[in-house]
């Protein structure tokens, strides 16, 4: 698995976090990870790149009005 940085965007290793969901009923764990991100106004860094992953794009789901920004699966904020 390999982490893409999208362009002109800095990644500060001493204070950098993973924060990934759980498989779990009712899909708590990404209801909580959406909530997190929703509330605390995260901003895309990049995203996880793997071959096991099937390739798919949607609208960004995470801000009360859609800008029309492409999210993506493993998606890094």
């Known amino acids: 698995m390999e982490f ?3 362009e002109g965007k800095d990644l500060n290793k001493d ?5 990934l969901p759980a498989l779990s009923i009712g ?6 990870v959406d909530l997190l991100v929703s ?5 895309t ?3 996880l790149d793997d071959p096991f ?9 995470y801000r009360p009005s ?3 920004d492409l ?5 890094g904020l």
């Open 39 to 43: 509330s605390t106004g995260a901003d």
């Open 4 to 6: 893409v940085l999208d």
């Open 15 to 19: 204070c950098s976090n993973l924060i």
């Open 53 to 61: 992953v099937l390739p798919c794009v949607g609208n960004d789901a």
């Open 66 to 68: 859609p800008r029309g």
């Open 27 to 32: 899909n708590v764990g990404q209801l909580a």
């Open 71 to 75: 999210a993506l699966p493993l998606q």
């Open 45 to 47: 860094i990049g995203y």
